[in-house]
């Protein structure tokens, strides 16, 4: 009901607002053809993205809070989109081929390779989940120094360097939705078969592996999945902040511990957070567009303060 | 059941941790293991719960058993707590509890039998923590949390319980309370084998004394002179 209310207002309202009559007309493919670009070109695809980068960014969270046994877990904070981030800073100056297959893999790629720096320390015994968290955010740092280096040498526009920094799904057809499904598909794959095994890792790995799970491999597995989801979510649009760490933390609160039930639960509600945020991000200030990172950050950091108040 | 450690050595690359060990694990009985740091009582504990391999040595199942060869093995007779466990984040102690029922064929975990919840619940009482059901872990005491990790093991339903120093944290009263408990379980029918500092208990509630020095036993029995004589010595 709440999807369906946001994926309304997505395609009925915007510079050009449509009435019902002019929806449904396009919908059955009318004469109406001004409507239909503007609703099967732009809104459409965008809607689409905004739900499936919600989706995809609320999974890789809780995949990294349940594995890293760290409640600040998310794709941004934890550096696995940063990778993902210097593909696309690279792809903005140029340096690499920004077609859309050829630029998502390469995101992913990049992820994976922020994910292995990540892993590699996590599956040393010893490590804390605090300094796992400093790994992660040097990560994170650094991936977004070298992005916005890059961005800067090769005087890439602004409002281009502001979409992706701030994150954005303006300027996104089919074509970027349908190069970043079959990523997310195998990345939501992952998770699922991880699902049940990922409850012992909160025991912590000794007692995990004598119950008989095997907490390196389900650690590994989780990251992998994370990157893939957190890269490909970059790659579509840009960093989007809070929702991969404000999610989990809402699905936790509503369906208990269980890792299935969180990371089910995950999917609709990031989905939803982050398509209501983009309408308030195109919405607010017609014609004019704001990042929808900082309506999400806007939007997540109250609510986080108070959980954190609350639940950590 | 019994487990036979014979001759069980550990080294790594530039140093021996354990040397030509020997000993016997039984059911049924509580065994205090002492020794200072870094005398090889963790190392010894890993080897006996077949989480690591010993350099050398015999480890069966009784006297004339066949050799155990893959040591992993034994991982399945052994509930554990380890040194250092970090509290599980966001967890209830009820959830906690029903992880220790977690099946490696199913992955079942959250989904239970009637059995299943029965053994929590008599393990919860067991522990005196029946009322602790819905508190968030984090919010216990260091007492309650070590009753909670006792009831964990118990679950597990299996010979032997395997405690590394996990009792150190406690003030007197609560240890004298969790050594007591300990010595219930064991008269039960728990094999219990822990590591500790405290010797005035470990006298008091042990079936058992071993103590280490060096990687090597140097007494193996139940308290009384012969103890007292060995820590005499080692003090002076």
Redesign the interface.
Known sequence: MCLGIGILIGLLYGPASLTLNQFLSAITNDDEHMVEIILWQLRMPRVAIAITVGASLAVAGALIQISARNPLGDPQIFGVGGGAAVAQAMALAGWISSGTWALMGTSVAFSALSVGIITYFSASQHITSARLALIGVSIAALSLAIATGIMASARVFTQQSLAFIGGSFSNRGWDDLLSGLPFIAVGLLLAAIIARRLNTLALGDEIASNLGADPGSTRLIAMISAGILGGTAVALAGLIGFVGLLVPHVARLIVGHDSRSILLVCIPFGAIITLYADQIARLAFMPSEIPVGMVTTALGAPLMIYLARRII | MNIYLNKISFAYADSSILNNISMRLNTGKFVCLLGRNGSGKTTLMQIA?G?LAPTSGEIRYSETDNLIRNHKTL??H?????QG??D?????VR??LE??K???KT????IFEMNDKQAIVSAMTSCGIENFADRPFNELSGGEKQRVWLAFCLI?NKPFMMLDESLHALDFTSKDQAFRLLATLASKGKGILLSTHDLALAEKYADQIIHLEGGKITYDGPSGEDLKNVFTRILH
């Open positions: 719960s989480r991982k399945r052994f509930s554990i707590l380890p466990i970090q599980p984040p966001y967890l209830k959830e906690i992880l220790a977690y099946n490696p992955q079942s975990i959250f597990q």
